[in-house]
């Protein structure tokens, strides 16, 4: 099946850096990527949509500011948080579905974990 | 919107088999899938339905009734590896770009199978 590898998978920080997150298709091409947030113990809350070429798309709630989108080719999308606080500290998971399947199928990266000291 | 309903927690014993339900409300309906996590790990593709009816893959079915909003995964000969959170999803097409979708996740049902 289709590959998305997603780096760092684990990143610790201090408080107030910058983290930049990347999300790869390895074997497609995808003009749309998708952003999630999970807390322990909670389900996928999808932040934002990332659309290839042109600005993303955030959720109700989500700070664009903060949380820097950029997609800028049809492989590769990128989420910066910025200013990192410890409250920001969560697992990251990107997905990106194959431009030309018909289905809605999403493929995962293995997910970044970020600690926010 | 979307609102999407399961169990938070189930258990089973190894060998046995076990049905995990999932009730959704959508404003459209583009299928729904079955995602298997593991602790600490990214979500993997189980299944896609968009008919009604059963669909069998190996050890692992699942049953859609788009009348009564509801679906269910069926786990047949449980392992001790089938231990995850199984989450509901379904997409909503974003018009943000032609053909895209995003999925919207259910909070997941915890498995827990036991010798």
């Known amino acids: 099946g289709a590959v998305v590898s997603q780096h760092p998978s684990w990143v610790i920080c201090k408080s107030g850096t910058s983290v930049k997150i990347e999300c790869r298709s390895l074997?497609?091409?995808?003009?749309?990527m998708f952003w999630y947030r999970q807390f322990p113990k909670q389900s996928l809350m999808l932040m934002a949509t990332?659309?290839?070429?042109?600005?993303?798309?955030?959720e109700q709630g989500v700070e664009k500011d903060k949380f820097l989108i950029n997609h800028a080719s049809l492989t590769l999308s990128t989420l910066t948080v910025t200013s990192a606080h410890p409250e920001d500290s969560s697992f990251y998971i990107c997905?990106?579905?194959?431009?030309?399947?018909?289905?809605?199928?999403?493929?995962f990266g293995e997910g970044s974990r970020l600690t926010v000291l | 919107g979307q609102n999407i309903d399961q169990p938070t927690e189930m258990t089973a014993t190894e060998g046995a088999i076990v049905q995990i339900n999932c009730t959704y409300q959508?404003?459209?309906?583009?299928?729904l899938f079955w995602y298997q996590q593991h602790a600490g790990e990214a979500p993997t593709f189980l299944s896609y339905?968009?008919?009604?009816g059963l669909e069998e893959k190996g050890r692992f079915s699942s049953f859609l009734s788009r009348s009564k909003g509801y679906s269910y995964l069926l786990l047949k000969e449980l392992q001790m590896k089938d231990s995850a959170s199984y989450l509901c999803?379904?997409?909503?097409?974003?018009?943000?770009?032609?053909?895209?979708?995003?999925?919207?996740f259910g909070k997941g049902t915890k498995l827990s199978v036991i010798p």
């Open positions: 997905s990106a579905r194959d431009r030309r399947a018909n289905t809605g199928e999403l493929f």
């Open positions: 074997d497609f091409q995808a003009t749309t």
């Open positions: 990332s659309n290839e070429g042109s600005k993303a798309t955030y």
């Open positions: 959508t404003s459209g309906f583009n299928g």
């Open positions: 339905n968009v008919l009604d």
């Open positions: 999803a379904v997409p909503v097409i974003a018009y943000s770009g032609a053909g895209s979708y995003q999925l919207t």
